[in-house]
């Protein structure tokens, strides 16, 4: 097993510099960039998503640079849309700024080699690091993504055994019908009715309708903190959780099922072992290989995806949010921040899940399989 991990570890490194290697490349290839938006905020035609929402967050080059360009009005070419009229000189200290004076795989491995040591740099139009930007919004994606990711495998689980045990009964039967719908209404759209309904809308205000915490937080005992912090996450794990149950617990069953029916089992159960000594004494093992494999897909998924609409519906600021808005405003190195630790955090998890394989089932040795 230590070689296996060994040869995944050093895997990484290549698989790392692929995925960036395209990401960069797709972002050359991409209309538009950051240069264009900042002419188009001068000349007045930005109608970017964020714009149209509520204005961009701390974009600092607005001010300065409507100011520097207006007084420069010469022909700077076709090489930036919109960019007819602009002083040349203007347009050369935009690209310094921003390292478009350099070639892209010069830009590439600077960045490749900057990554290495965990510096992303500035964000082009907020006057802050990367780092800090995603510290500022890790609570949040944190919250969402533990908090859904405990609740579906707590919950998932034992309803999938419950429904393998009683498999075709009437528990099986209405639980399956109840998920099925459950996966059916669009989180985005059950989070609008949950606000409607529970937060103030038009019915009841039992629950907030914005932010994760209150005004007042600071303020609060150490007690009511935590109960205030739960009063927040309710509504939007509720919509976020409404589909994430079924692929879980159906996924539960059918792989506890797959188990019931073999031959071991019989022979369990002939030697006069019990329902729950059998179950979870024999079965439970086997049967779990199938959700280990799925836990990193389910980890990422939760932890980073899906939350966008959840997070602007209850106005809630996490990485989400913060990953859409730069890649609107052509952020680059928010975008390719974000890209880097996304990808190092799901090959580590899927590295992590071939180790809790090993320690489920002692029979399996990835040693022995190439990588």
Avoid: C
């Amino acid at each position: 097993m230590a070689a296996y991990l060994i040869k995944r570890l050093l895997l990484i490194i290549p698989t790392m510099f692929g995925i960036m290697l395209i990401s960069f490349a797709i972002i050359q290839f991409a209309p538009g960039g950051p240069i264009e938006r900042i002419i188009a905020q001068i000349s007045g035609t930005d109608v970017s998503a964020t714009a149209r929402i509520g204005g961009t967050q701390g974009d600092g080059m607005s001010g300065s640079s409507a100011t520097q360009s207006a007084q420069g009005l010469g022909d700077s070419g076709a090489k930036y849309r919109g960019a007819q009229g602009l002083d040349p000189e203007f347009i050369k200290s935009l690209e310094k700024q921003f390292g478009f004076d350099k070639p892209a795989h010069e830009r590439f491995f600077l960045m490749m080699k900057n990554y290495l040591m965990f510096d992303f740099g500035k964000s082009y139009f907020r006057d802050v690091s990367v780092l800090q930007l995603i510290k500022e919004k890790l609570p949040v994606s944190i919250s969402l993504g533990v908090w859904m990711m405990l609740i579906t495998y707590l919950v998932s689980i034992p309803l999938g055994i419950r429904k393998a045990v009683h498999d075709g009964e009437k528990f099986d039967t209405w639980t399956s019908g109840v998920l099925v719908i459950g996966y059916a209404i669009p989180g985005f759209l059950f989070a609008v009715l949950l606000l409607v309904v529970f937060a103030g809308g038009s019915f009841f205000q039992w629950f907030p309708s914005r932010g994760l915490t209150s005004d007042t937080w600071n303020q609060l005992s150490l007690l009511a903190k935590i109960g205030d912090y739960f009063w927040h996450l309710t509504l939007p794990l509720i919509a976020m959780s409404l589909g994430a149950f079924t692929t879980m617990t159906f996924l539960t069953r059918n792989s506890f099922l797959d188990e019931i029916r073999k031959q071991y089992v019989l022979t369990a159960q002939a030697k006069g072992l019990g329902e729950n000594q059998v179950l979870y004494g024999h079965v439970f093992r086997n049967a779990m290989l199938l959700i280990i494999a799925g836990f990193p897909g389910a980890f990422i998924h939760a932890f980073f995806s899906g939350a966008l609409l959840i997070e602007t519906i209850f106005s809630l600021d996490g990485l989400g949010l913060l990953s859409f808005e730069s890649v609107i405003n052509r952020d680059y190195p928010v975008v390719f921040a974000n890209i880097y630790i996304f990808a190092l955090l799901g090959l580590a998890v899927n590295l992590l899940s071939d180790f809790i394989y090993t320690l489920v089932d002692p029979r399996i040795d990835f040693e022995t399989r190439e990588v």
